[in-house]
T-cell receptor, first 114, second 110 residues
């Protein structure tokens, strides 16, 4: 069974631009969560989607948004990029979001904002 | 959401048992305790999860005292490949917004 895939793996953007990251969950998984990882803040929860609905949202500004499609694939968008948005963005999938169950993480997308 | 506190880093030697303790004084009744392992340039990988007492799987053991204000991840007979960052997470079973702490950087020496 294929794991969680994220595209692109690496991305370089300029301040003020916007970016869209993609995540394909494990087949059959319907819950997708997004995390931001930086050396200073560690792993921080961004948001979680289940059945195309956002269930939870972390403490991030409105520039960070996401969506989930009917096939459970998810995209995350960051508008008006800032230097501080440089990070590893991780996507995780699980069967259901009803418990703090095992989440399977993808390899991440490393975003660099210059 | 309960905040977790772990040692920033630990060193150990191959073949030793390693115990990493996590403090979560404000753990709520519905919270589970979950540990993840992360290698450089990879996403975290689930290790073990528990609610109380002791849980054991093929990779590790998790010890949770009766007051649940702390937990200890035990890795038996570590090898060099166990060098990684280990995260302790505390989450509400009704709220899947998992919060990661800073993690413990474990370095295994030959």
């Amino acid at each position: 069974k294929a794991g969680v895939t994220q595209t692109p793996r690496y991305l370089i953007k300029t301040r003020g631009q916007q970016v869209t990251l993609s995540c394909s969950p494990i087949s059959g998984h319907r819950s997708v969560s997004w995390y931001q990882q930086t050396p200073g803040q560690g792993l921080q929860f961004l948001f979680e989607y289940f059945s195309e609905t956002q269930r939870n949202k972390g403490n991030f500004p409105g520039r960070f948004s996401g969506r989930q499609f009917s096939n459970s694939r998810s995209e995350m968008n960051v508008s008006t990029l800032e230097l501080g948005d440089s990070a590893l963005y991780l996507c995780a999938s699980s069967l259901y979001p009803t418990t703090p169950s095992e989440q399977y993480f993808g390899p991440g997308t490393r975003l660099t904002v210059t | 959401l309960a905040k977790t506190t772990q040692p920033i880093s630990m060193d150990s030697y191959e073949g030793q048992e390693v115990n990493i303790t996590c403090s979560h004084n404000n753990i709520a009744t519905n919270d589970y305790i979950t540990w993840y392992q992360q290698f450089p340039s990879q996403g975290p990988r689930f290790i073990i999860q528990g609610y109380k007492t002791k849980v054991t799987n093929e990779v590790a053991s998790l010890f949770i005292p009766a007051d649940r204000k702390s937990s200890t991840l035990s890795l038996p007979r570590v090898s060099l490949s166990d060098t990684a960052v280990y995260y302790c997470l505390v989450g509400d079973i009704w709220d899947d917004k998992i919060i990661f702490g800073k993690g413990t950087r474990l370095h295994i020496l030959p």
